[in-house]
């Protein structure tokens, strides 16, 4: 089974300070994702690779950086968080999607309230 | 027009019951598609992958229609354990490397007894 492990479920952070979110996989898939989700708003892509050192702009990237070193991790950085990210995160990864038949594997999620 | 549009329900209906979802799409260069089941405060999870002869898996049937950009989910003999939010899927292939799926923001259903 493809398994995407978020590295907290859960995450409290004040104001202004620097968080990294982790997503590891184990499949070896080439595409890695970040959404976050709020309710009403649906799932919004911020940043997505296609491979190692690659990273393309989502939807809402402000205030947000990604990192991947390695294929395997894709981390997400909210340079100085701020309540309005108070929001579920959720990592995906996938095959590289050609004629994209491929769907995404996700993360159980991560939690994250900024105070 | 909103890249993938779903009526978000509520959708109340009782055990044993037939519901359909429906769903659109703006971009007509899309190449595939799949329904995602999501319970509260968990991930989504992939259900099926839309085909464009239709593919049913028990009692879920997905239905594609190109012409008129339009996916559907049918849900024959609803369970308790059917009750979760729908999420319509589209992947809009941008470009070779790699494309971010696009997400509808869900139709909902509750089954009751």
């Known amino acids: 089974d493809v398994k995407v492990t978020q590295s907290s479920r859960y995450l409290v952070k004040r104001t202004g300070e620097k968080v990294f979110l982790e997503c590891v996989q184990d499949?070896?898939?080439?595409?890695m994702f970040w959404y976050r989700q709020d309710p009403g708003l649906g799932l919004r892509l911020i940043y997505f690779s296609y491979d190692v050192k690659m990273k393309e702009k989502g939807d809402i990237p402000e205030g947000y950086s990604v990192s991947r070193e390695k294929k395997e991790r894709f981390s997400l950085i909210l340079e100085s968080a701020s309540t309005n990210q108070t929001s579920m995160y959720l990592c995906?990864?996938?095959?590289?999607?050609?004629?994209?038949?491929?769907?995404?594997?996700f993360g159980s999620g991560t939690r994250l309230t900024v105070v | 027009r909103k890249e993938v549009e779903q009526d978000p329900g509520p959708f109340n209906v009782p055990e044993g019951a037939t519901v359909a979802f429906n769903c659109t799409y703006s971009n007509s260069a899309s190449q595939s598609f799949f329904w995602y089941r999501q319970d509260c405060r968990k991930e989504p999870k992939l259900l099926m992958s839309?085909?464009?002869s239709g593919n049913e898996d028990g009692r879920f049937t997905a239905q594609l229609n190109r012409a008129s950009q339009y996916i559907s989910l049918l849900i024959r003999d609803s369970k308790l354990s059917d009750s979760a939010t729908y999420l319509c899927v589209v992947n809009p292939f941008r470009h070779q490397a790699g494309t971010a799926l696009i997400f509808g923001k869900g139709t909902t259903l509750s089954v009751s007894s």
């Open positions: 499949m070896d898939h080439e595409n």
């Open positions: 839309v085909y464009s």
């Open positions: 995906a990864s996938s095959f590289r999607s050609g004629t994209g038949t491929h769907g995404y594997t």
